[in-house]
């Protein structure tokens, strides 16, 4: 079965402080992808990101980086030097590529991240 | 370029009715896929359609039904309302399936 577990239910911080989401899931694929979402309150999803099964290259992109480890399937989601406007839900989430293709992307619960002026 | 939009943004019914949800998609993309999301939990696949054709389909009832049209937009229709019902629909737009997934706005739906 394909799970995504987001253990962290809120965190808050204050601003300018780096804040880790944390990411496990559960596939018995090979092939598959990680995305992140942000769910500001407006409630659109915007998507930050797609990692494909067989690229463990961290990413960058200005203060997000996410590190994706293979051996312990983790995908977790780093924000350095935190900003008011980060603070949303942040959803974790997976989609198989092979067996049974059916797009379907399986999210995790959420992290609700405050950020505190 | 448009985003994926969503129609109408709101909507209230009252349980046993029907209703229908569009989606129009970002153009260039064939693929789009519904979800619901209820308020505190990630959103769940109900639908995905590409290229016309059901490509998947979620664990709901068969109250829930969807179609994608020539020009690629979808509706998403549920017969019989329950109030378990009432939920934020999102739609989301993709290349194809795999591939990153667009969400619209969504539609925000209350069954009284």
């Known amino acids: 079965a394909q799970k995504v577990t987001q253990a962290q239910t809120e965190i808050s911080v204050v601003e300018k402080e780096d804040v880790t989401l944390d990411c496990v899931y559960e596939?018995?694929?090979?092939?598959?992808?990680l995305f992140w979402y942000k769910q500001p309150p407006s409630g659109e999803l915007v998507f930050l990101i797609r990692?494909?099964?067989?690229?463990?290259q961290n990413e960058i992109s200005g203060r997000y980086s996410w590190n994706f480890q293979k051996s312990t399937s983790s995908f977790n989601f780093t924000i350095t030097a935190s900003q008011v406007v980060d603070s949303a839900v942040y959803f974790c989430?997976?989609?198989?590529?092979?067996?049974?293709?059916?797009?379907?992307?399986?999210f995790g619960q959420g992290t609700t991240l405050q950020v505190k002026p | 370029d448009a985003g994926v939009t969503q129609s109408p943004t709101h909507l209230i019914k009252t349980r046993g009715q029907h209703v229908t949800l569009r989606c129009s998609p970002i153009?260039?993309?064939?693929?789009v896929s519904w979800y619901q999301q209820v308020l505190g939990q990630g959103p769940q696949f109900i639908f995905q359609?590409?290229?016309?054709?059901?490509?998947g389909r979620g664990n709901f009832p068969d109250r829930f039904s969807a179609r994608q049209f020539p020009n690629y937009s979808s509706e998403l229709n549920v017969n019989a309302l329950l109030l378990g019902d009432s939920a934020l629909y999102l739609c989301?737009?993709?290349?194809?399936?795999?591939?990153?997934?667009?969400f619209g706005p969504g539609t925000r739906l209350t069954v009284t």
């Open positions: 989301a737009s993709s290349f194809k399936g795999e591939y990153e997934q667009y």
């Open positions: 989430a997976l989609i198989q590529t092979l067996t049974g293709n059916t797009g379907k992307l399986i």
């Open positions: 359609y590409y290229e016309k054709e059901e490509r």
């Open positions: 153009s260039g993309h064939k693929s």
């Open positions: 596939t018995r694929d090979t092939t598959y992808y």
């Open positions: 990692r494909n099964s067989f690229d463990e």
